[in-house]
């Protein structure tokens, strides 16, 4: 049996991963799931990417958002508002409440959040092994000016309230220095026999995952083809603005330049779009083998045979 390891952030991540578990039904994956998104709001631990990969494996997800549950409501939220409480801005939705309410009694009963996360899973049945990066607090945080000011925001803050519209300054994952990986993190990149990048956030989602002491070193040291998929289509983000937290760090918004951010010495292979095979010698003078094809998910068909090109460039590179 195959046995996959994939770094997923949210709604791109969780697509991905169903287009995998067609291509590959009778392979064994492991989701390394980014933390770096969760955030504490109304007394709740809220995990805004593992939520999303499991409602999507689980059938329980809002298929036009793309988050958050189907046949939502949100009785609590107008409540909230009611009553005055900030923030406002954040969708809380009265199904996605129950999830919540379950993960911070268990936190605050002692369990960690990788027990936590596989009681949840016991219920929605996703298919793959989830686990977050860490079982330890990371918050991402973004330094934005606003109003004249310099100031530091969540990650959700500058991403939902502001819609990523100043530009960002820095993209900090803070704690993630301190942090250590989650039981079953690196045993699992050990024993892979391929590893996966899916078209995430590649600063505040795969970056966030790397940046937990132990996973980028397990990954670049498994001797396993390390394969990615270009998150870039035609020099834009397929989806959300990946482009803004890319300025920050210094990478231009090109399928090549997260490829070299990502590096030779991490990465295998790299997957553009067939917009972008004018990158694909740029890509490959880096020393990462590099193929067009398609990388729309715009159906499930579509999502599986990227997933399948991805398995099939590792099976290349391995060669």
């Known amino acids: 049996m195959q046995r996959i390891v994939v770094l997923a952030g949210g709604i791109g991540g969780a697509r991905f991963l169903r287009g995998l578990q067609s291509a590959a039904p009778e392979a064994d994956i492991t989701v390394i799931g980014n933390t770096g998104d969760d955030i504490h709001l109304f007394g709740l631990k ?7 990969v499991m409602y999507t494996l689980g059938g ?8 958050g549950r189907a046949g939502e409501t949100f009785a609590v939220k107008e409540e909230l508002a009611a009553y005055g409480v900030e923030p406002q801005w954040f969708g809380l939705g009265d199904r996605d409440v129950a999830t919540h309410l379950v993960r911070t009694q268990m936190l605050g009963a002692g369990y960690p959040l990788s027990a936590v996360t596989e009681a949840l899973c016991a219920r929605w049945r996703p298919g793959v092994r989830l686990l977050p990066m860490t079982d330890d607090r990371v918050e991402t945080h973004v330094a ?36 250590e990986p989650a039981p079953g993190v690196l045993e699992a990149i050990a024993e892979a026999d391929v590893v996966l990048f899916p078209p995430s956030n590649p600063v505040v989602s795969i970056g966030t995952i790397l940046a937990v002491p132990g996973i980028r070193e397990a ?20 989806r959300g603005m990946a482009d803004k937290v890319l300025a920050a760090i ?21 997957l553009v779009d067939t917009v972008d095979a004018g990158a694909v010698d740029e890509v490959e003078e880096a020393g990462i083998r590099c193929r067009a094809v398609p990388l729309m998910m715009s159906d499930p068909e579509a999502t599986a045979r ?3 090109d991805a398995l099939a460039l590792a099976e290349e590179v391995r060669a």
């Open 46 to 52: 809220i995990c805004p990417d593992l939520d999303t």
């Open 60 to 67: 329980g997800i809002h298929e036009e958002q793309g988050w």
């Open 144 to 179: 934005v000016e606003e109003g004249g000011e310099r100031k530091a925001l969540h990650f959700q803050e500058y991403w939902i309230r502001l819609r990523a519209g100043p530009d960002a300054q820095a993209v900090v994952p803070v704690g993630a220095d301190q942090a």
């Open 219 to 238: 990954i670049a040291e498994a001797g396993v083809p390390v394969v990615g998929l270009s998150p870039i289509v035609g020099d834009a983000p397929v």
């Open 250 to 270: 210094g990478v231009r918004s090109t399928a090549a330049a997260v490829a070299r951010h990502y590096g030779s010495g991490l990465l295998d292979g790299w």
């Open 306 to 308: 990227m997933a399948s």
